[in-house]
């Protein structure tokens, strides 16, 4: 008998509120299915299991608020692993506070609205026309923060982001990476030239919706580099020291308009090809900004990459994700001159940096890294 | 389609990119990039949406002639003619 417990989607999270069961006894679950949503203090969030199987005995009631770790139902059929699995080692990337996709089993309507059950249940309590709201939860469904927003007066959040909680939640992960980590910070120049003359060739021939971006070349080159030198690809715990991740699950910093920043992880990025890639780019982006996140893209990430270029800025020096142990960023491409074979040539330049953690790794693998990134990308139809 | 019709489509593919903005008011001339914040891939969401709407394929060569509205206008204007 396997437990399906309540997950930890942030370094700080202690507890969630079950409000959604997507999920219900005698249902079959597979492996990434959405089963239930969960409201934290950054939003709800899409929670997937990880598992096959049955879903069987619910454990816990709907709008109850439980530690994390607490089995939150019975799945038949499926193992229980020999040691309770604590929640996968969370990115401390705050978490949109987020409606989700559209779940495959739609939450309950009530006379055409979707709401959940607590967050129709303080309606009623609080007098709140659901009819006025606007769902921040899966495909728009009201939830209990949509509710409690409402009978405070409150303005709704910004596309179901809450911006101030996103700050709070940086804010502290940021902290504690400052406070714990031993950052040490290498750059290097990388000519994108060959890159971007590929790029540009391949793109010629594709409609807008088919071309790739520079930044599939990049975020592909830093996951193949985090394969081969796995000291950079990992979680640190202070009581067992470093685990290097067995895939490379690479976190994409996307910046939020009005502020903020979310890390959502691409799944084994070093095994998508550049297609793959952008497709996967452009979708996570998109529910990255609506805030339709799921529990995995939040917890899973286990190397970060952030790219400034497009502010034109020449390089950025990444602070960690904990327990993450290394974070690359990029700056802007520009025209620079540089030697080449004896000449001085204008070449396309950008600035990869790293920032890795010193406890795990040392300034001569990381400089290995990084050599080993620039050399991928100077052969970008292999990437 | 004419000009009205074509700002009209244009305004309401950038509102789409950054709702927050109201694409409505502003200025014509300036960066869209600047004014509105976007990046490259909310750019290449922009020509993906227009190549849908209007059927204009923007070359990449060509994507400097789009960075303003008034640019936008006129370029798929042009093609559509």
Redo the contacts between chains.
Sequence with gaps: MYRFRMPSLGADMEAGTLVEWLKHPGDPVHRGDIVAVVETDKGAIEVEIFVDGTMGRQLVPLDSKVPVGTPLAEIEGAEEEKEAKAPAPAAAVPAPATPSPKPAAAPASVQGLRASPAARKLAAQKDVDLAALKGTGPGGTIVLHDVERAAAGAKLPHRGLDLEKMRAAIAAAMARSKREIPHYYLATDIDLSAALAWLEKTNAARTPEQRLLPAVMTLKSVALAAKKYPAFNGFYDPAKGFAPAKAVHIGNAVAIRGGGLVSPAIHDCDRLTLDQLMEKLRDLVARAREGRLRSSEMSDATVTVSSLGERGVESLYGIIYPPQVAIVGFGTVTRRPIAVDEKLEIRSVVTATLAADHRVSDGHLGARFLKHMAALLQEPEKL | MNKDEIRSVVVKELGKI???TDATSIDPDADL?EEL?I???DF??F??A???RTGV????PDYRKLLTLNGAIAYLADKLK
């Excluded at chain 2, 394929?57 to 990449?60: A, G």
């Design positions: 950054a709702p927050e990039r914040d990046d490259s891939l290449l969401n020509l993906t227009l190549h849908k394929n923007v070359p990449e």
